[in-house]
């Protein structure tokens, strides 16, 4: 259930960055609101699941899913680089956190 609540908190980490590009565009009260709810998400399933995994590992697989996905949602919906050294660097960020869940 930790791991399931860590990906989680990583999907919820990825909306409230979303969010953020939205509020910057257009400053609705909608759009502050989801921000707060997606970041407040993102903190309450990291905290669930930091009961049962260790600190150093759920932090670094939260930031891993949060940067990579962040990173790949920008290209998807905002039109950003897709080069393929972007792609690279993004694939590594994913094999370091599946290498930490191997090991724990």
Known sequence: MAWVSLVLAGIFEMFGVTMINKVNKDKSLLSIILLM??????????????????MGTAYAIWTGIGA???????????????????????????????????VS
């Not at 709810?37 to 995994?53: E, K, N």
């Open 37 to 54: 709810v997606g970041f407040g998400c993102s903190f309450l399933f990291l905290a669930l699941a930091m009961q049962s995994l260790p």
């Open 68 to 102: 990579s996905g962040g990173a790949l949602l920008g290209m998807v919906l905002y039109g950003e680089s897709k080069d393929w050294k972007r792609l690279l660097f993004i694939f590594m960020v994913l094999a370091a956190a599946i290498g930490l869940k191997l």
